[in-house]
C-alpha cells in the first residue's frame, strides 16, 4: 500500500491550493504606496557607438518623473559575473565591464540605453519613443568561429580579441588522448550544434525597487531563484549599498528554469532608481522584452571524437567546442561550457582518457548562461550522440555497445576529475527495456510503414552531476560564492514548528517535501510545518535553487537543523521524565525512555521548552530553535536510460513522438509525484530543444525569432503520454537523505534520444549517409534529408 505520509509519499502539492485559486503572490502582483513605472529604451541594432542620447524633448513629456542614462550611473559597478575561469595556459579569462545602462556603444540588440520613470507605464513608453539616438552602427559579429578569427570586428574595444577564454580539460591527458586516436581500431566523429534557447518561463522577470530615506534601507522585490545572490552581488558589487541595509525578496516565481538565477541589469537599476527619486519603481518585462534581455540557453558548435578497439571498447574521447557567452558575461556564464560540462563527459561509461576544449566566445547576441541541466545536456547530448553513430558504423546494437563500457564498480574515478560514489547502469537499461517494450518495436515499425510512415527508436544513457559542491573546491575553480546552502528550524510552545531555508521555490514544491523530511523525523503531522523562503530579512544566507539541489543541500541543511532540535529536545524530555538523555527515544511524535513505559508527547516537550516555570528545566536554556548550514561533500549522480519512438511522414518531413520511456535513478525518493512532474516536464523541455525551439539571429545580429510567433513552445499536441519509472535507487553515500537531484535530468536524457530516433527513421528509408541533423529537427530539414 502506498504511504499516507512522510517520506515515500505522495501528498498534494499545498501550495496548489493558493496557486490554482488565483491566490499566488507573485512580484507583478505587488503594488507599493506611489510608486512610479520604468521603460527601458532598449538598442534595436546589434553593435554600434552611441554618440549621444538626447532626453530633452522626452523629459518634457507628461507623466516623466526622471530619465536616466549611462552618466547617472558613473561610479556604479558593473553587473559582475560570479565565476572566473583559468585558460589552459593558466591565464584568467577576459572579462568585460557589464554596464547597467549602455556605456558609449550598444553591444547586442536589446541592451538598455536609457530608462524612463514615470506615473504610468504608458507615459514612459511615450516618453521614450521621443528620446534622440545617435548611434553610428558598426559591423556585428555572431558566427563564434567567425568571431575569433584574425581581423575579426571586436564586442569589446579594450579586449584584445573575443576569445573569452580557451579552456583545456584535463591539460596533461591531451598528448596521451592523441596517441590513442592513433593506436585506436574505429574513430567515429561528429560534428554538431546545441542550438540557441530561449527559457521562457510563465512568469516574466519583474523588479520594484523601494527606499526608506528615514532609514537609508532599500528594498527590491524581484523573480530570483536566489535572492541572497542577488542581495550579495548587487548590494556589494554593483551599489555599493551594506547587506544589513539592503533586502530582497522573491514571492512566489512562476518558473525559473535558470534563467532567473542571474543578477540583472533592471534588478540594480530599480534598486539604484528608488533611491534617486525617493520613491517606489517597477519595472514589468514584456514577452517581447524577455526573448532579448533574459539569458539565453546552451548555443554550442562541437567536434567529438571517440575512439575504440578491436573489441569495440571506449578507449578516448575528445571534444572541441566553441560556446557562446553572448555580449557579456552572465552571472555563471563562465562555468556552464567548462566545470558544468567538460567534467560530465564520461558519461556512464569506463572510458580511461578523455580532453576537452572549449572556447568561449563574445559576440553581439544576448548573454548566454545557465538553463535547465547547464553544461549536462550539452555534455550528454555530444556523447550520446556520437555513441549511437559508432554502433552504426560498427553495425552492432546501440545497447549492446552501451552496455559493453558502463562503469560497473563504484565508486569510480572518472578521467575528467569527478567521483561518482552509487550507480546501477544495468539496472536502469533493465528497466528502460521494460518499461518501453522495446521487443515490441519491430512490430510497431512494420505497422507504421504499413501507414505510409518511417519508425525509428532512439536510446541513450545519461548521468548528471548536481547539488554542485563543496564550497572550498570550487572556489579553486574559480567560483566566487559558496555553494552550501542553510536551514533555520524554529519550535513553537505548541510544536508547530517554522522552517527558513536558503532554498526557494519556482515550481518545485517545496511547501510540500520539505515538510515531508521534517514530519518523518519527528513523528508529528506535515501540516505542522510551515516552509518560509525568499525573504532575505527572515531567512539565514542561502544560495537558492538551481543545478537540482533543493532537496540534496538544502533538504541536508533541514536535516542537520533538525536533527539538532531533536537532541535537545531528548534533553528537555529526559528532564521531565527523570531519565538520561541516552534512554531517550523518539517514535511517532513522543518521547520515551528506552525499556519503560515511561512517555511524553511532543507537545508537552515543546511546550515546557518555552514555559519552563511549569517544568523547571534548571540548566537546559529555553527555548528551541537551531541553525545548520550544510556544505556537500561531492556532487550527487542521477543516472538514468531513456527511449524514444518516432514516426516521420515522409511527404512533408514531420516528426510526431509516439511513446516515451524514461528509467531513472534518484536515489531516495521522497515526493514520488513531484519528481514524476519533474521529469515530465524536464522531457517536455528537451523534446521542444529538439524539434521545436531554436533562437535564430541574422548575419546584422538581429533576433529573427524574437516573439511566439518565430520560436515555437512545445504544446500538448507536441509531447505524448511518458512511461516514467524510478524503481532503481542507488542512494547517495554523502548526504543524510540518501537523494539526488530530479529537476533537470528530463531535458539532459531527452534530446539525443529524440535526434537518434529520427536518425534511425530515416536510415530505415535507405538513407545510411543520414548520421546527423542539427537541432530543430524542423520539418523542412528532415524533408531534405529524405529527399537530398
Not at 550544510?630 to 512533408?652: Q, R
Request: aromatic share 8%.
Amino acid at each position: 500500500m502506498p504511504k499516507d505520509s512522510g517520506i515515500g509519499a505522495s501528498p498534494k502539492r499545498r501550495e496548489d491550493v493558493r496557486f490554482l485559486t488565483g491566490n499566488g503572490n507573485y512580484t507583478d502582483d505587488i503594488n507599493a504606496h506611489g510608486q512610479a513605472y520604468v521603460h527601458f529604451l532598449r538598442s534595436d541594432i546589434a553593435h554600434g557607438t552611441l554618440n549621444s542620447v538626447d532626453t530633452t524633448a522626452a523629459a518634457a513629456m507628461p507623466g516623466v518623473v526622471r530619465i536616466f542614462t549611462a552618466a547617472d550611473f558613473e561610479g556604479v559597478g558593473g553587473v559582475p559575473c560570479g565565476w572566473e575561469i583559468t585558460d589552459r595556459h593558466g591565464n584568467a579569462m577576459q572579462e568585460p565591464k557589464h554596464p547597467v545602462l549602455a556605456e558609449g556603444k550598444v553591444r547586442h540588440v536589446g541592451e538598455p540605453i536609457a530608462a524612463v520613470i514615470a506615473e504610468s507605464l504608458e507615459q514612459a513608453r511615450d516618453a521614450a519613443e521621443a528620446i534622440e539616438l545617435d548611434i553610428e552602427e558598426l559591423p556585428a559579429v555572431v558566427d563564434m568561429k567567425a568571431a575569433v578569427a584574425e581581423g575579426s570586428v571586436k564586442v569589446h574595444d579594450d579586449l584584445t580579441s573575443n576569445l573569452c577564454y580557451d579552456w583545456g580539460f584535463v591539460e596533461e591527458n591531451r598528448e596521451a588522448v592523441n596517441q590513442a586516436f592513433q593506436d585506436a581500431a574505429h574513430v567515429t566523429s561528429l560534428e554538431l550544434v546545441n542550438n540557441r534557447l530561449v527559457a521562457n518561463p510563465m512568469e516574466p522577470r519583474v523588479a520594484i525597487g523601494e527606499y526608506n530615506r528615514s532609514t537609508d534601507d532599500s528594498k527590491l522585490y524581484t523573480t530570483s531563484q536566489n535572492p541572497h545572490v542577488i542581495r550579495l552581488l548587487m548590494g556589494a558589487f554593483v551599489l555599493g549599498i551594506p547587506e544589513h541595509k539592503l533586502q530582497v525578496v522573491s514571492p512566489d516565481v512562476g518558473g525559473g528554469f535558470g534563467t532567473k538565477i542571474f543578477h540583472y541589469a533592471e534588478e540594480a537599476f530599480c534598486t539604484f532608481a528608488a533611491k534617486a527619486c525617493n520613491r517606489p519603481v517597477k519595472w514589468t518585462s514584456s514577452r517581447s522584452e524577455a526573448f532579448m534581455s533574459d539569458a539565453h540557453g546552451r548555443d554550442h558548435v562541437t567536434k567529438i571524437e571517440l575512439a575504440l578497439d578491436a573489441d569495440n571498447n571506449f578507449t578516448a574521447l575528445r571534444t572541441d567546442t566553441y560556446a557562446n557567452m553572448g555580449a557579456y558575461l552572465s552571472t555563471f556564464a563562465p562555468s556552464v561550457p567548462t566545470w558544468l560540462h567538460g567534467t560530465l563527459m564520461a558519461g556512464n561509461y569506463k572510458t580511461p582518457l578523455i580532453y576537452v576544449n572549449v572556447k568561449a566566445v563574445f559576440t553581439n547576441t544576448v548573454p548566454v548562461d545557465a538553463y535547465r541541466g547547464a553544461g549536462r545536456p550539452e555534455a550528454t547530448f555530444q556523447l550520446e550522440r556520437v555513441v549511437d553513430k559508432a554502433a552504426r558504423e560498427l553495425g552492432v546494437d546501440p545497447i549492446a555497445l552501451r552496455r559493453q563500457n558502463f562503469i560497473t564498480e563504484f565508486p569510480y574515478a572518472t578521467p575528467v576529475a569527478v567521483e561518482y560514489d552509487t550507480g546501477d547502469y544495468h539496472a536502469t537499461m533493465d528497466k528502460l527495456t521494460e518499461i518501453a517494450d522495446l521487443s515490441g518495436f519491430d512490430a510497431r515499425r512494420k505497422a507504421s510503414v504499413a501507414n505510409g510512415k518511417l519508425r525509428g527508436l532512439g536510446v541513450n544513457c545519461y548521468i548528471e552531476a548536481c547539488g554542485i559542491a563543496p564550497s572550498n573546491l570550487v572556489g579553486q575553480l574559480g567560483a566566487r560564492a559558496g555553494l552550501y546552502e542553510s536551514a533555520t528550524v524554529r519550535v513553537n510552545a505548541t510544536g508547530g514548528l517554522v522552517v527558513m531555508t536558503g532554498s526557494h521555490s519556482h515550481g518545485q514544491g517545496h511547501e510540500t517535501s520539505f515538510p515531508q523530511v521534517i514530519a518523518d523525523m519527528i513523528g508529528i503531522d506535515e501540516g505542522m510545518i510551515e516552509i518560509v523562503h525568499g525573504d532575505t530579512s527572515k531567512v539565514p544566507m542561502g544560495m537558492g535553487t538551481y543545478g537540482s539541489r533543493s532537496l540534496a543541500v538544502g533538504g541536508s541543511a533541514m536535516v542537520r537543523a533538525t536533527e539538532k532540535i531533536i537532541a535537545k529536545a531528548k534533553k528537555i524530555a529526559a528532564h521531565l521524565m527523570e531519565a538520561a538523555d541516552a534512554d531517550i527515544e523518539l517514535k511517532d511524535g513522543q518521547f520515551s525512555v528506552a525499556g519503560t513505559d515511561k512517555s511524553v508527547a511532543w507537545g508537552d516537550v515543546t511546550l515546557a521548552a518555552y514555559v519552563p516555570h511549569n517544568y523547571p528545566l534548571e540548566d537546559i536554556e529555553p527555548g528551541l530553535e537551531e541553525t545548520a548550514f550544510y556544505d556537500p561533500a561531492n556532487f550527487t549522480y542521477p543516472s538514468g536510460a531513456y527511449a524514444c519512438e518516432v514516426e516521420v511522414d515522409p511527404d512533408t518531413g514531420k516528426v510526431s513522438i509516439e511513446r516515451f520511456s524514461a528509467a531513472d535513478d534518484f536515489g531516495n525518493i521522497v515526493n514520488p509525484m513531484i519528481v514524476d512532474g519533474q521529469v515530465h516536464g524536464g522531457i517536455g523541455q528537451g523534446i521542444g530543444q529538439a524539434l521545436l525551439e531554436g533562437c535564430v539571429y541574422d548575419e546584422d545580429g538581429q533576433l529573427l525569432s524574437a516573439s511566439f510567433m518565430d520560436y515555437a513552445m512545445p504544446r500538448a499536441d507536441d509531447v505524448p503520454f511518458y512511461s516514467v519509472d524510478h524503481s532503481c535507487q542507488t542512494p547517495c553515500t554523502h548526504n543524510p537523505l540518501g537523494v539526488k537531484g530530479c529537476g533537470e535530468a528530463g531535458a539532459i536524457g531527452s534530446p539525443p534520444s529524440v535526434v537518434n530516433a529520427v536518425v534511425d527513421a530515416l536510415q530505415s528509408a535507405g538513407k545510411t549517409d543520414v548520421t546527423h541533423i542539427d537541432m530543430p529537427l524542423s520539418p523542412g530539414r528532415i524533408w531534405a534529408a529524405l529527399n537530398s
